[in-house]
């Protein structure tokens, strides 16, 4: 178990503090993947933007990693309607037994109906809710095809959650994409753990630690927040549970995954029409991208 580790590692990453490693992750290079999403439109199933940018990320991820993964399904939704649907799965060292999974929704939400939300009938632009969970993975792809990590890490991005009803009973036509993948999973070891990044480049970044996350995965949290505050970013990763979400994590964890979410949920613009460029930062990106890099480092 790779997690018995966490200690010593955590101990060694106080050691180095007088010479820390140059920063690998690039904030202000994954920003700008957040600029080229929200200028294709909003990303909704089925439109010319969703179709656009989903040929950018397959190019985008061929260019990265070693192998990539395209499931492509059609998914009818409870109204009737036929969504084409596509998940990418980007494999670095596909072949090793040690794997990690870091994965976001890259869809955006067809109606701004959040409870902040001044008109109902728009879509929102999904700056951070979907547009920074794909930055962030396209800024761990650079730093991977740069210097290829020690282990297998898979990131996956999911399509489809943000499509239709998370307050019916049961959800209807949301978190379709990781449902699909926790049914069909590519052959091999499950990973040691998961980790979904959901709205995480706000410029009042407070990310607290999810109530399904802890339940489900309580020593993943540890890690996570632990590796936070190692680097310096206590601040922005509050240990203290907030929020109790119905997001991308709960289908992985049904199938066996260790996944947690790690999202700031504390958002105004959350599925509103403000969800834009200017309520999101590099720097918040850079935080959680320092996060997410040291997470698979710490397994090498």
Same mark, same amino acid.
């Given at each position: 178990?790779?997690?018995?580790?966490?200690?010593?590692?955590?101990?060694l990453l106080g050691a180095?503090?007088?010479?820390? &490693?140059?920063?690998?992750?690039?904030?202000? !290079?994954?920003?700008?993947?957040?600029?080229?999403?929200?200028?294709?439109?909003?990303?909704?199933?089925?439109?010319?933007?969703?179709?656009?940018?989903?040929?950018? =990320?397959?190019?985008?991820?061929?260019?990265?990693?070693?192998?990539? +993964?395209?499931?492509?399904?059609?998914?009818?939704?409870?109204?009737?309607?036929?969504?084409? =649907?596509?998940?990418?799965?980007?494999?670095?060292? #596909?072949?090793?037994?040690? &794997?990690?999974?870091?994965?976001?929704?890259?869809?955006?939400? #067809?109606?701004?109906?959040?409870?902040?939300?001044?008109?109902? $009938?728009?879509? +929102?632009?999904?700056?951070?809710?979907? !547009?920074?969970? +794909?930055?962030?993975?396209?800024?761990?792809?650079?730093?991977?095809? &740069?210097?290829?990590?020690?282990?297998?890490?898979?990131?996956?991005?999911?399509?489809?959650?943000?499509?239709?009803?998370?307050?019916? $009973?049961?959800?209807?036509?949301?978190?379709?994409?990781?449902r699909y993948y926790a049914?069909?999973?590519?052959?091999?070891?499950?990973?040691?753990?998961?980790?979904?990044?959901?709205?995480?480049?706000?410029?009042?970044?407070?990310?607290?630690?999810?109530?399904?996350?802890?339940?489900?995965?309580?020593?993943?949290?540890?890690?996570?927040?632990?590796?936070?505050?190692?680097? !310096?970013?206590?601040?922005?990763?509050?240990?203290?549970?907030?929020?109790?979400?119905?997001?991308?994590?709960?289908?992985?964890?049904?199938?066996?995954?260790?996944?947690?979410? +790690?999202?700031?949920?504390?958002?105004?613009?959350?599925? $509103?029409?403000?969800? $834009?460029?200017?309520?999101?930062?590099?720097?918040?990106?850079?935080?959680?991208?320092?996060?997410?890099?040291?997470?698979?480092? &710490?397994?090498?």
């Amino acid at each position: 178990m790779r997690l018995a580790r966490v200690l010593p590692a955590l101990l060694l990453l106080g050691a180095c503090r007088e010479a820390p &490693r140059p920063r690998e992750f690039d904030g202000p !290079g994954a920003f700008r993947y957040i600029e080229t999403q929200v200028a294709f439109g909003a990303r909704i199933p089925g439109t010319e933007a969703h179709a656009g940018m989903a040929q950018w =990320l397959d190019s985008l991820l061929r260019e990265r990693a070693d192998t990539l +993964v395209v499931q492509s399904w059609n998914h009818v939704t409870a109204k009737g309607d036929t969504l084409p =649907l596509k998940n990418f799965l980007a494999r670095f060292r #596909p072949a090793a037994q040690q &794997r990690l999974l870091l994965f976001a929704h890259w869809d955006s939400r #067809p109606t701004a109906d959040g409870p902040t939300s001044s008109d109902s $009938t728009v879509p +929102v632009p999904g700056a951070n809710d979907g !547009g920074s969970g +794909v930055a962030l993975l396209l800024g761990v792809a650079d730093v991977l095809k &740069r210097s290829p990590p020690g282990i297998g890490v898979d990131l996956l991005f999911v399509d489809g959650e943000d499509y239709g009803d998370f307050n019916a $009973t049961p959800p209807a036509d949301v978190l379709i994409g990781s449902r699909y993948y926790a049914a069909n999973q590519p052959p091999g070891p499950q990973p040691l753990y998961a980790v979904l990044f959901d709205l995480v480049a706000d410029k009042e970044l407070q990310i607290y630690q999810e109530g399904n996350s802890l339940i489900g995965a309580p020593e993943v949290v540890e890690l996570v927040w632990d590796t936070a505050r190692e680097l !310096g970013y206590g601040g922005s990763f509050v240990a203290s549970p907030r929020h109790t979400l119905i997001d991308d994590h709960l289908e992985l964890q049904k199938v066996g995954i260790r996944a947690i979410d +790690v999202v700031d949920f504390d958002y105004p613009a959350w599925h $509103t029409a403000e969800d $834009t460029l200017d309520k999101v930062s590099a720097e918040s990106l850079q935080t959680v991208g320092d996060v997410a890099v040291a997470l698979i480092r &710490r397994e090498e």
